[in-house]
């Protein structure tokens, strides 16, 4: 099935380090999401982005949604122990007409911090 | 407030039989999206439940069905099991603000299949 390009695949950082990904498509999307899974958890949603260059922050956590709809980056600052789990961006494309829609997941960044 | 429930958390099959999964989602949404999460993949769209209808299928075979009940819990069916299908199930739901709220995740049901 369809996935989105996400990348990197993995970050090894050190604790107080800033952290960016980044998600592209060759669709246009609705909606851009942003997931952190944890090991044996579902995908929890961080942030959410509705408009074409939205910017949005929450705490240390900002995301953008690109002005072309293909894609959407993440940025953690300062990181901390607890950011480690792997980070899923999903894109929503509404069924045509509908305000309803599947999410289009990328295949994860899985981030690591060294204290 | 409970989010979204799913039973069991582990499952292990034999190939060839049948799995019923199951969703309760969270307090007021009437909405409930099946996806599959192979290991070091994103998930993947099963299908949409809403108003105990399938509105949406994503690229997966007639094996998989599924069904919502009036209460709007749902479950996945899964008949003919392959070694190829084991994976971890997700349940999400939504209701009618999903807009604000996106998509809330259960913890999975870690299905095996021998």
């Known amino acids: 099935g369809q996935q989105l390009n996400q990348s990197p695949q993995s970050m090894f950082i050190q604790e107080g380090e800033d952290v960016s990904m980044n998600c592209t498509s060759s669709s246009i999307f609705n909606t851009w999401l942003w997931y952190k899974q944890d090991p044996g958890e579902g995908p929890v949603l961080l942030i959410a982005l509705y408009k074409a260059g939205e910017l949005t922050s929450n705490g240390r956590l900002t995301a953008q949604f690109g002005i072309t709809r293909k894609d959407s980056f993440l940025n953690i600052s300062a990181s901390i122990p607890s950011d480690v789990g792997i980070y899923f961006c999903a894109g929503l494309m509404y069924a045509g007409g509908t305000s309803y829609g599947k999410l289009t997941f990328g295949q994860g960044t899985i981030l690591t911090v060294h204290p | 407030d409970a989010g979204v429930t799913q039973s069991p958390t582990h499952l292990i099959k034999t190939r060839g039989q049948q799995v019923t999964l199951r969703c309760s989602p969270k307090s007021g949404h009437d909405t409930v999206s099946w996806y599959q999460q192979a290991l070091g993949q994103g998930p993947q769209f099963i299908f949409q439940y809403y108003e105990e209808e399938e509105r949406q299928r994503g690229n997966f075979p007639d094996r998989f069905s599924g069904h919502q009940f009036p209460n709007y819990s749902s479950e996945l069916n899964v008949n003919a099991l392959l070694l190829g299908d084991s994976a971890l199930y997700l349940c999400?739901?939504?209701?009618?603000?999903?807009?604000?709220?996106?998509?809330?995740f259960g913890s999975g049901t870690r299905l095996t299949v021998v």
């Open positions: 999400a739901s939504s209701g009618q603000d999903s807009r604000s709220e996106g998509y809330t």
